[in-house]
């Protein structure tokens, strides 16, 4: 079979201009055929050839030699002319056995091969051309029967092969022939759709394996990747938080200490809490990341002052880079009146923090310049550093969740490969785009835009400039906080201390309802979702039933029970962990006070 098909290959290159096109039809099948044929048939006319020429001179029929010979010689040509069109190779080819099947019939009778040629003929011209060249050879059969049963009537004919049979016995032998004529070229054209049916069938299905394993080894390759991903994020992860942690576990069993000094004691508490930010800027980014892939598209739109916010993020990073002794320098485009838009302040807070830290720590030395620029309907904001730069193959990869150039594990730089990916879909939550220049070792400039969209004046509570948090309510307001944790619960009770606002405890949901039931002079809620008995929704739909005025906010730590809270009536949602200054915020937003 191997050396089948080297030999069409080789005929093929040599000796043909057919080129079997890719796209495997019924033509190219029909040409493939051909050739296969002409392969063997050439041969094996050629051993035949030297025999019939002795026998056609050893018995004076030098006409069938004659015939023998021309038919041979076009075989050869139509074997080696390599530009004769495949067309004509076939209607040659099939023409010279025609004529030789009934010159062989006139000169040597019906016993001889000419009918059987004839027949063989039609099949061929049935599987080279169509079915219907097939049956116009198959008529032009019936119309040479016809012709010889018209002479035999005409006794005066010399050749002995119109004088062989009866015109009863021609007639048949014209019949039989013709019926068998006609069911081998009905099979034959039945077979070959038949097995262009199946190539094609066959080349489909190869082609949807192909795709299919495409499609398994693109999925088989996401997969890989997301798991070393996830792996380096995981190493990464552990050593960021064992690291603030070690920290704060450290200097808070120092603190208990007795004889430190006063100066010892006011570094301790400054490094647990510089662990604390750390650990807390970790949770942030996971927690944002399971929220942004919950599809968090809520914005909560305010009046973002730009100088006064980008100035407020330098004044908070500068420790750090004046630490490296780097510049940190903030280029304004418009006067404080004109830079006022309306955005979602905590998220744009965002996106410039984790753009300014990474060029802080990506940088070694040299200076990080930031501003903006307004462009048509959009502002352009852009973060530029002197750092170590990424090669440009890299720039979309970053954006990626845990992705980082750098990642081996004893990686200079720190970080879980968040930040990136939390601002591209913060921006994109926001309506802009994000993008960087960088190439490695010339600094990187990453720009984002955001709609300049300008304020109109707000009235609604949440919008209203926070008052400052560091002097109490101006009444006295009764809070219930519903939570199991005691710990938690002595956080939150510090948070309110000195607030003006009296707290009562509930340790679970039932007792919350129980509670709310009992003192209708309670003016907030504050809710844990978590708890025995019932939880935080059921316990908010209760209360809901009977009071409907009273201000309920969750405590939460997932996204999803931020919109679950919502849809249990509940008014407003804060994300565990919170600064006292978050808290305190958060309450005042939905507190009337008047
Ligand atoms: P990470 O926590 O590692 O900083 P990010 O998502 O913020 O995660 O950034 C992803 C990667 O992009 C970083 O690990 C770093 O390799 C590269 N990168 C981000 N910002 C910069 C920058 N300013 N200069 C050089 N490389 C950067």
């Known amino acids: 079979m191997k050396f089948w098909v080297q030999y ?17 039809g019924l033509p190219d099948l029909r040409d493939k055929l051909f050739i296969s044929v002409l392969l063997i048939t050439f041969p094996i006319c050629l051993l035949v050839y030297i025999p019939s020429i002795i026998v056609s001179i050893k018995t004076n029929q030098f006409i069938i030699g004659l015939f023998d010979t021309i038919a041979m010689l076009v075989l050869v040509l139509i074997f080696f002319i390599k530009y004769l069109s495949i067309k004509n190779k076939k209607l040659l080819f099939n023409a010279t056995f025609y004529i030789l099947s009934i010159v062989l019939s006139i000169y040597l009778g019906i016993k001889g091969p000419s009918f059987t040629i004839l027949i063989c ?4 011209i049935t599987l080279f051309q169509s079915k219907r060249a097939g049956l116009i050879s198959i008529a032009l059969n019936a119309i040479i029967f016809l012709f010889i049963m018209a002479i035999v009537p005409i006794k005066s004919t010399s050749l002995t092969f119109f004088q062989e049979y009866t015109l009863v016995e021609w007639i048949g032998v014209g019949v039989n022939l013709i019926a068998f004529n006609t069911l081998l070229v009905f099979s034959v054209a039945s077979l070959v759709n038949r097995l262009n049916e199946s190539f094609l069938k066959e080349k489909n299905l190869l082609a949807s394996l192909k795709r299919e394993s495409l499609h398994l080894m693109i999925a088989k390759q996401k997969a890989e990747e997301s798991d070393r991903l996830k792996s380096a994020f995981l190493h990464n992860i552990s050593h960021e938080i064992r690291t603030p942690l070690n920290a704060i576990t450290g200097f808070s069993a120092l603190l208990t200490v007795p004889d430190n000094s006063l100066e010892e004691q006011t570094m301790y508490i400054e490094s647990i809490l510089k662990g604390s930010d750390q650990l807390l800027s970790i949770v942030n980014d ?79 030395k040299g200076q990080i310049i930031l501003g903006y620029e307004l462009k048509d309907s959009e502002i352009e904001f852009f973060v530029s550093d002197t750092g170590i730069g990424i090669p440009s193959e890299l720039h979309s990869k970053i954006f990626e969740n845990f992705y980082q ?19 591209k879909a913060l ?61 938690n619960f002595s956080l939150i009770k510090s948070m309110l201390k000195t607030q003006n606002i009296k707290v009562i405890h509930a340790v679970n949901g039932i007792e919350a309802v129980e509670i709310c039931r009992s003192q209708k002079n309670i ?19 209760q209360i809901r039933e009977f009071r409907p005025d009273v201000v309920i906010i969750v405590q939460t730590a997932y996204y999803e029970d931020k919109e679950a809270a919502l849809k249990s009536g509940c008014n407003d949602f804060i994300s565990k962990p919170f600064s006292k200054e978050q808290f305190i915020s958060k309450i005042r937003e939905n507190i009337d006070l008047s």
């Open 8 to 24: 069409v290959q080789y005929y093929m290159d040599h000796y043909s201009s057919v080129v079997i096109t890719k796209e495997e």
């Open 121 to 124: 003929t039609s099949v061929m």
């Open 286 to 364: 996971i927690i944002d990341i399971s929220s942004i892939e919950a599809k968090s598209a809520n914005n909560q739109l305010s009046k973002v002052n730009l100088n006064s916010r980008i100035e407020k993020l330098c004044n908070q990073f500068m420790p750090v880079a004046s630490e490296k002794n780097i510049s940190l320098i903030f280029k304004t485009a418009f006067s404080s009146e004109r830079t006022e838009i309306l955005t979602d302040q905590s998220k744009f807070d965002r996106i410039l923090s984790n753009l300014i830290s990474n060029a802080i720590k990506f940088t070694l």
């Open 405 to 423: 150039v750098e990642q081996s594990f004893d990686r200079l730089f720190e970080g879980t490969g968040l930040g990136l990916s939390i601002c």
């Open 427 to 487: 921006v994109g939550h926001l309506g802009g785009k994000i993008w960087l220049h960088s190439e490695s070792g010339s600094g990187s400039t990453f720009y984002f835009t955001l709609p300049f969209v300008q304020p109109v004046p707000i009235t609604d509570a949440r919008t209203r400039a926070p008052e400052s948090e560091k002097t109490s309510l101006p009444r006295q307001i009764t809070a219930l906080v519903a939570e199991d944790d005691d710990i």
């Open 523 to 541: 003016d907030l809620i504050i809710m844990d979702i978590r708890m025995p008995g019932i939880d935080g929704y059921t316990a908010s739909r």
